[in-house]
């Protein structure tokens, strides 16, 4: 059976197949993981991680909050794009929008980390760092393969209080240190840095075969190119020369590209052909 939900541009990366569907996109993991439906309930995710928050409709003011302080508003669940409709606003100014929520605002090193599951244990870590320069609180690139081994007694707990009896992969959000989104499923667009034992790994886990955690990740940057991006074929063979892999993005709302690099000054170097700006280094700190 293949995995399901995986982009056409994508699937030479995906193999070998499992023996069952496994997904690749959030819908298909709703569909396929009935029992752990619950971990896309945003909203549900913020109250068990004791963060101020309700669904819209009921405001920030009854909770406390000052009207002028910031808050998150976001969709309570969204399996098609998970950040799309996200936004910081006055809680002043909170609508009151059928189907959404707001948080209060978090703060601190935005990271995203994939892991292995094995009987509800995780197995395995694959830790991403977003930049701190953003693009409406999207990172403009992330650093695949961090060291961030603080994160990961509170992603054990988590991970074995709510997805108890799992096998497979999942993603967890962070902002400092606090959830804000969780996947069952990986971040696909990094998969190229976690090197070849990884797929055979994962594949291994979901269909019950023998399972050996893969090697540390690779590591490596993806760096998204929002608004428009020059994509002409000089352009794309500078890129190719300079080892920087440039994936035309139709499927996301304002990105018009995405690179992958293993060194981020020849990435930052084709960012700033492609897209007339500057990118601001900062290893996400």
Known sequence: MPFVGVLPERRYLFQPEPRREVAVSDAAAWRLNPRYRDVYDKLRLALDAGLSAAPCGVTPMDLGIAPGDEVFVKPITNLSGMGLDARAMRAGDVPAEPGSFWCERLTGLHTSTD?????????????????????????????????????????????????????????????????????????????????????????????????????????????????????????????????????????????????????????????????????????GD
């Open 115 to 283: 892991c292995l599951v094995q009987e509800g244990v995780v197995r395995w870590f694959a830790h991403t760092r977003a930049s701190a320069e953003k693009d409406a609180a999207r990172p403009i690139y992330w650093e695949i393969g961090a060291s961030l081994p603080e994160l990961e007694p509170w992603i054990h707990d988590w991970v074995g209080r709510h997805l108890s009896g799992y096998n497979g992969l999942c993603n967890i959000e962070l902002i400092g240190g606090r959830p804000i989104e969780v996947h069952l499923r990986g971040s696909n667009g990094f998969f190229d840095f976690y090197g070849p034992d990884f797929l055979p790994a994962w594949v291994a886990l979901a269909d019950g075969a023998p399972f050996t955690p893969p090697s540390a990740p690779e590591g490596g940057f993806v760096i998204s190119v929002f608004g428009s991006a020059d994509l002409s074929k000089a352009s794309l063979k500078a890129a190719d020369a300079a080892g920087v892999r440039v994936q035309p993005d139709n499927a996301t709302p304002g990105r018009a590209a995405i690179l992958r690099c293993h060194d981020l000054e020849a990435g930052a170097q084709v960012y700033e052909r492609l897209s007339g700006g500057t990118l601001e280094r900062d290893g």
